[in-house]
C-alpha cells in the first residue's frame, strides 16, 4: 500500500507550499553558508514532521500561514539540532550522505546549525502567536535536554527500559508531539484538544523511533548505517534492553557494560545482535510498537471526523510500524 500518497492526499498544496517556504528558509547567497545549506537540503526527506502539522491544522480548522510558518520553524529547529548532533557524535554520514562536519568542519557545522536555528526563530516570530513561540521554546530545551540525558546514560551501568523511553520522549518523541500540539494551536483548537492531539503526537514519536531501534538489529542500504551502530556509538535500545534484562547471561551482561564503556568491537556487537534476536527482542519492540498504534487509532476514532484526514493519519500510524526505512 502506498501509505505516502494517502497521508499526502488531504494537504498535497499546502505541503508544497511548506517545501517552497522552507527551502527559500534554507538558502543564502554568502559563498561557504550558501553552500552548506544547499549540501544540507539535498538530503530531502519525507517530511514526516511538516506533514503531520499540516495534517492537525486541518484537522481542527484549516492550514494558515501560522501554521507554514510554524513548520518551517520547526523542521529548522530540527534541521539544527541534527547539524549539531552530528558533531557531538562525530557523525560522518546523515541519511547516506556526508555530514557537515565531515564535509566542512566542525566550526563550520556549529555555525551552520547556529544559523539554521535563529532562522527557525524568525519564522516562529511570524506566527505573532504566543503558545506556539512558547512551544517551540520548550522543544529547543528538552531535545537538548535529551541529548545530554542520552550522553549521561552511555555511563550509567543500569541497563533499564525506563530510562530508554526517558531518552526518546525528550528526542524524536517531543518533536511529533510539538508537530501535532502547534498544528492544533495554528488552528485555533482549544486547550484540551491541543493537549490530546499532543499525546497522539507523542505517541507516534516513540514508536518511530522504535521502529527506527529495530532496523540497526539488521543490514540495509537503504537505511543508511551498519548493522549495531548504535552499540558502536555507546547505545542500548529497547530489543538488547529487553533481552538482557529477561535472560541470565553473564557474558551479554558483559558485552553490554563494554557497549556502554565504547570498548566493544564489531564481532561482540554481532554476537550481542544475534543474542537479541535468539531472545525475543525484536518481537517485543514489535508488540510496544502495535500497542502505541492503538493508543494512536484511538485518538483517531475519537478525534477526527473528515474522512481524508482520518484515513491520512490512519496510513501515518500504519506506515510508521510497517515502514522499512
Known sequence: MDYLSIIKQPIASDLSDFIALFEQAMSHEDGMLGSALSHIRQRGGKRMRPMLMLLMAKNYGAISQVTQHSAVGLELLHT??????????????????ASVNA?????????????????ALLHVSFTGNQGIVQELSELGRTLAAGEILQLSNIQNQQ??????????????????????????????????????????????GIMFQIRDDIFDY??????????????TEGKLTLPVIYALNNTDFDSMQTLAKKVKAGTINPDEIAVLVEFTKQQGG????????????????????????????????????????????
Open 159 to 204: 541497563i533499564s527500559e525506563d530510562v530508554y523511553y526517558q531518552v526518546i520522549q525528550q528526542k524524536t518523541a517531543a518533536l511529533f508531539q510539538s508537530c501535532a500540539a502547534i498544528g492544533a494551536l495554528s488552528a485555533g483548537a482549544t486547550a484540551e484538544d491541543v493537549k490530546k492531539a499532543g499525546e497522539f503526537g507523542k505517541n507516534l
Open 218 to 231: 539488521f543490514d540495509s542500504k537503504e537505511i543508511g548505517k551498519p548493522t549495531g551502530n548504535d552499540m
Open 103 to 119: 564535509t566542512y568542519n566542525n566550526k563550520v557545522a556549529v555555525l551552520v546549525g547556529d544559523y539554521i536555528l535563529s532562522t
Open 282 to 325: 525484536i518481537e517485543y519492540a514489535e508488540q510496544k510498537m502495535a500497542e502505541f498504534s492503538q493508543l494512536c487509532k484511538d485518538y483517531i476514532d475519537n478525534n477526527v471526523k473528515d474522512k481524508a484526514i482520518r484515513d491520512a493519519l490512519t496510513a501515518y500510524v500504519d506506515y510508521v510500524v510497517q515502514r522499512n526505512y
Open 80 to 97: 539544527a539540532s541534527l547539524v549539531h548532533d552530528d558533531v557531538v557524535d562525530e557523525s560522518g554520514e546523515r541519511r547516506g550522505q
